[in-house]
């Protein structure tokens, strides 16, 4: 199931469209005005995102980065700290924003290879009640962990670091921009997977196909708080129902078929295993990413392959993507070619 242009794109889920009923949707989509609270689309998606994660209430966002700004805008002062991992995309894939528009310090926590961050680091980071130092206010977590192979934290884990942080008088946000993988990874409802988080943003981007946007959820008195953060940040939007009709339709007919995403990149883990050359890094992907390098023993460079690979009409990068748009039969051709501009 390749895109209209015959492409298989398999350099992220990023690289989603949305589907023909999502186009449908969202040229039929009612409207209103969004900063006056009047659009009612959206208002269906934040009251629908709110339920599947359990929460009181949810914000429509233009991108997963804003809606990670955001809850740490909102739950942060200027000059206070914020836990994060060393391979967490809020430190380094968002362009500084927290500390360039938020004043607030990253205390970098190392990442483990099961994407955790070790309860006794974080103990270990937390700042003492001390003039010289800023106050230590919140905890980040990501689930699915993307830079460490797209791997989930467990519902045993997140319950740990919540009650940790909570003992710590800190709060806890989840970066859990792919959380209905981590969810359908470990076949239980994102809302039992997230208990007891103070606040998580998840894509409608990705996986979930629709075109643009993200949603934050928490409390009532925390989203009321984040909708200020998000206008001073440029995220009031107005007839943005035309792209929550997707949303919507993301929640309620694309999660479950992740699975079939997961399948898929295993599929493909078994096969580039048997490509002399290629090395994974991710043997027995759990969700959608499969890394791999190559040998020492390949006489090709990365970026001559991916030439290679794009004049057969296959995109790729260090990190290989399943999504909507790729089927069993493009893991095959996948497979295929990449034996042929190995090996000939």
Sequence with gaps: MSFENGLIDMRSDTVTHPTPAMRAAMANAEVG??????????????????????????????????????????????????????????????AG??????????????????????????VAAIRADDVH??????????????????????????????????????????DGARLFNAAVAQHMAARDLIAGVDSVMFCLSKGLCAPVGSMLCGSSNFIAEALRQRKQVGGGMRQAGVLAAAGILALETMV????????????????????????????????????????????????????????RGILIEPRLVTHYWIDARDIENVIRSFREVLHG
Excluded: W
Excluded at 48 to 76: K, Y
Excluded at 97 to 122: E, F, K, S
Excluded at 285 to 310: A, C, D, G, W
């Design 133 to 174: 130092c800023p106050r230590t206010r919140l905890v980040c977590l990501e689930n699915t962990q993307n830079a460490c192979g797209g791997v989930v934290l467990s519902r045993e884990y997140m319950r740990q670091v919540v009650d940790l942080a909570h003992s710590h008088s800190l709060v806890l946000h989840l």
């Design 33 to 94: 005005d969004d900063v006056y609270g009047d659009d009612p689309t959206i208002n269906r998606l934040q009251e629908l995102a709110a339920e599947l994660t359990g929460m009181e209430a949810g914000l429509f966002v233009p991108s997963g980065t804003m809606g990670n700004l955001v809850a740490l805008l909102t739950h942060c002062e200027r000059g206070t700290e914020a836990i994060v991992g060393d391979r967490s995309h809020i430190y380094l894939d968002e």
């Design 97 to 122: 924003g927290m500390a360039a528009l938020g004043g607030i310090m990253a205390g970098v926590v190392r990442n483990q290879p099961d994407g955790t961050l070790r309860p006794g680091d974080i």
């Design 256 to 311: 479950e078929r992740l699975g079939d995403d997961h399948r898929n990149a295993r599929q493909l883990a078994e096969g580039m295993s048997e490509i002399p050359g290629i090395v994974l890094e991710t043997e027995a992907p759990q969700t959608n990413m499969v890394y791999f390098h190559l040998s020492e023993k390949v006489n090709k460079t990365f970026p001559e392959i991916r030439e290679l690979m794009k004049q």
